[in-house]
């Protein structure tokens, strides 16, 4: 390994590995059901998706004119995370063709991260379910960051990472893949390469972004992670 130039690559979670946002947003409904509140899906879309669950949580209830103190929020956190785990275990979590495969590919050409706005429980859950556990070096939580995506904290830490663990990474050889305009927005932020897979937004719609490269889908983006060595 050592004489081989070797590629970082970091993972966003939800939307590109796994395919649980119709998962969460039942789950937010759950948890806001004793305060009268449903989403559907469009303003799901529209309004929350790469949202963490505090920032989803605190602009629903705000945009339903309902308290949110940091205890009912923890509160229905707690709530919403109870629900995902029983019906992931349950069968009910969708993972993304290839996702095992890419993770696995970029293991064998270096340094692998995950920086997502989910919690660590439901993304070691994820990895426990796709056997791809030890791929992964480094993962950076919701409740890693004080700031969720658009902001470009979960990247920054995801290179300091890089740059104490694996320091003959040049930055110039790590992508970032993601799915969503936040998520594009906060890599970019930190001035990293994205690649953007169109499963949740059109890919026309990724290509106004400031994203590097767009791909149909994850076996499209397995052939590019192949073709950078
Ligand atoms: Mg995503």
Redesign the pocket.
């Known amino acids: 390994m050592s004489d081989r130039r070797a590629f970082a690559t970091i993972f966003?979670?939800?939307?590109?590995l796994v395919d649980d946002e119709e998962l969460h947003r039942e789950g937010f409904n759950h948890a806001l059901k004793p305060h009268e509140i449903e989403i559907d899906r469009e303003a799901y879309e529209a309004k929350y998706l790469?949202f963490d669950d505090r920032g989803a949580f605190d602009a629903m209830l705000s945009d339903f004119g309902q308290p949110r103190t940091r205890a009912i929020v923890d509160g229905l956190i707690a709530v919403k995370a109870r629900f995902y785990e029983a019906r992931a275990r349950s069968g009910a979590l969708k993972i993304f063709d290839k996702a095992r495969d890419a993770l696995a590919l970029a293991a064998s050409m270096g340094p692998v991260a995950i920086v997502s706005g989910a919690l660590r429980a439901e993304i070691t859950l994820a990895l426990e379910l796709m056997a791809s556990t030890d791929e992964v070096g480094f993962i950076c939580a919701a409740e890693d960051v004080a700031k969720c995506k658009p902001d470009p904290e979960g990247y920054f830490s995801a290179i300091d990472w890089l740059f104490n663990v694996h320091p003959t990474v040049a930055l110039a050889d790590a992508v970032v893949i993601?799915?969503?305009l936040a998520?594009i927005e906060s890599a970019k932020a930190a001035s990293l390469p994205v690649w953007a897979v169109a499963h949740?937004y059109e890919r026309a719609v990724l290509e106004r972004s400031r994203t590097d490269r767009t791909f149909e889908t994850l076996a499209d983006v397995l052939d590019a992670l192949r073709a950078r060595g």
């Open positions: 966003d979670f939800n939307g590109v790469g993601e799915d969503s998520g949740s």
